[in-house]
Nanobody, 123 residues
Framework: QVQLVESGGGLVQAGGSLRLSCAAS????????MGWFRQGPGKKRDFLAG????????YYADSVKGRFTISRDNAKNTVYLQMNSLKPEDTAVYYC????????????????WGQGTQVTVSS
């Protein structure tokens, strides 16, 4: 079955960095778009960044542009989110997701989701 497994979350001080990984398995994702979202306590799930698996083209939410970088490793079937200059307001559960219909900022357009990984940024 399809699995997306996130890892790399944890506790970091403000100004620090983390790299999240999303290992994808169970089908071919070459025609999919992959996205990273996050959901803070009491908040809705927000789009952060997306990448088209085949072409590697990327798209970012304004809130993370310049601080976060999405990338993929085809050989490892893994998508990454490098997060720099982290702020306390970045604290959230981070999810990766896969969309068959292509790049989207809307969570409803994604077909598969990982279980999420907690990122906590202390001040």
């Amino acid at each position: 079955q399809v699995q997306l497994v996130e890892s790399g979350g944890g506790l970091v001080q403000a100004g620090g960095s983390l790299r999240l990984s999303c290992a994808a398995s169970g089908r071919t994702f070459s025609t999919y778009a992959m996205g990273w979202f996050r959901q803070g306590p009491g908040k809705k799930r927000d789009f952060l960044a997306g990448i088209r698996w085949m072409f590697g083209s990327t798209y970012y939410a304004d809130s993370v542009k310049g601080r976060f970088t999405i990338s993929r490793d085809n050989a490892k079937n893994t998508v990454y989110l490098q997060m720099n200059s982290l702020k306390p307001e970045d604290t959230a559960v981070y999810y990766c997701a896969a969309a068959a219909t292509g790049m989207s900022t809307m969570s409803d357009d994604y077909d598969y989701w990982g279980q999420g990984t907690q990122v906590t940024v202390s001040s």
